[in-house]
């Protein structure tokens, strides 16, 4: 837990940083939305290898390497902007060499994670890593990295390299083996378990749907908050806010997260797992409206807050529900196969949200992206009208529902 709330510290200043430093180099959407375009891809080109490689080595170990490599890449920028060659290049270079190895930490997290951990407290449990990725991520991160940018833009990268150091340092106190026995692997390509992995996840319909409504909502999402920053921040922006008071925006949303991931648990028992993640989807997708309509600081922080309140929950019911339906052998490759659709998009959202308010403006990307959204959570809707549809007193279980495979 430690290790987690370390390096989520780390992606916090990273994520609200890089964004921030980037719109003080330039102010074309094009330029600025490559740095969340850096940070995703590597997630569309390497989500399957990392998935296999988690089922066949040590899981933490993998960590451990990823975070060390994390270091040393950020360290590296770090200095470069001490010296003053810190430019839009170098600061993409960093940011894509940390989104690789980010790949390879995060899927060998969640596939750790059952192994130390009951079935039956796999949704609590994520519920407190969830927090911990918040107060991490959101509650310090991401006002500190506003803070930064404006006093010493170097620590930008120097705080994280320091905190993905000390993270993989703690991950070495871990007793015991953390790998899946899994002998039939040996000399068999990774290819052949990546396509093990893909079909199990197509012909799974409750994992496909959960899917295909995550990459949509994951690409809108990813367009939208590309170029937020430019509706938000700076003289010219229709919001007005400076970079410190951009990232309290990430501490408000922080601050429903926290709440959020603690009661999803009881969302799904009150409500259903369905119910209560389709409602948590729709939420969130009808909230990205509202800076459009009434781009005030005073509505944008209630938003981040419910925006909080309604993503954590959905995110630790749909992870839960992943560590639950995929078996344990398999559970590094489908969970990875499942981010490729879930997150492969988001690269591409993002670079085509700044091409699009390059020519039509910022309010069109921000307007459609909420449009992509609904339509994802219509599409889930149906796709799973026959379990959702149930009274509450019979809805069942996720793990219950295994759906053709």
């Not at 719109?23 to 995703?40: E, Q």
């Not at 390497?46 to 040393?72: E, K, P, S, T, Y």
């Not at 060499?97 to 951990?117: H, K, N, R, Y």
């Not at 009150?270 to 509505?299: D, H, K, N, Q």
Request: aromatic share 6%; with cysteine.
């Amino acid at each position: 837990m430690s290790s987690t709330a370390l390096s989520n510290l780390a992606d916090g200043v990273l994520k609200v940083g890089a964004p921030l430093l980037a719109v003080s180099m330039t102010r074309s959407p094009t330029l600025v939305s490559l740095a969340g375009a850096a940070a995703t891809v590597p997630w569309l080109l390497l989500a399957l290898h990392a998935g296999a490689l988690a089922d066949r080595l040590d899981r933490r170990r993998i960590m451990v390497v990823a975070n060390v490599a994390r270091a040393a890449v950020l360290s590296l920028a770090g200095l470069a902007a001490l010296l003053g060659l810190l430019d839009l290049w170098v600061l993409l270079a960093a940011v894509l060499v940390a989104g690789i190895a980010e790949v390879f930490a995060d899927v060998s997290a969640q596939s750790i994670l059952p192994m130390t951990v009951p079935q039956n407290g796999l949704t609590r449990a994520n519920g407190r890593v969830s927090t911990a990725q918040m107060i991490g991520n959101d509650f310090v991160g991401a006002p500190l990295a506003g803070l930064l940018v404006v006093t010493l833009p170097a620590a930008v990268f120097g705080a994280p390299a320091l905190l993905y150091g000390a993270a993989g340092l703690l991950l070495l106190g871990m007793r015991g083996t953390y790998r899946m026995d899994a002998p039939r692997a040996q000399g068999r390509p990774l290819r052949r378990d990546i396509g093990e992995a893909l079909r199990y996840l197509w012909s799974h319909r409750v994992l496909r749907g959960l899917a295909v409504t995550a990459g949509l909502l994951n690409l809108a999402n990813a367009a939208y908050f590309a170029v937020f920053v430019l509706w938000a921040v700076g003289d010219g922006s229709r919001i007005g806010l400076e970079p410190g008071e951009y990232g309290l925006m990430t501490t408000a949303f922080a601050a429903g997260a926290l709440p959020g991931s603690l009661l999803s648990g009881w969302a799904a028992g009150r409500f259903g797992e369905f119910r209560a993640l389709v409602g948590c989807w729709l939420a969130t997708s009808l909230l990205l409206i509202v800076p459009v309509v009434v781009p005030s600081p005073w509505t944008l922080y209630p938003t981040a807050v419910l925006w909080g309140v309604a993503g954590a929950a959905g995110n630790v019911l749909v992870i839960s529900a992943r560590q639950r339906l995929i078996p344990a052998e398999l559970l590094g490759r489908v969970n990875s196969a499942y981010r490729l659709v879930g997150m492969g998009g988001m690269p591409l959202g993002a670079a085509l949200g700044g091409v699009v308010a390059e020519f039509a403006g910022l309010g069109a990307v921000l307007v459609g992206a909420t449009g992509v959204c609904l339509g994802g959570v219509g599409l889930v809707w149906r796709a799973l009208s026959d379990q959702i549809s149930r009274p509450l007193t019979s809805a069942p279980a996720l793990s219950d529902i295994s759906g053709s495979r």
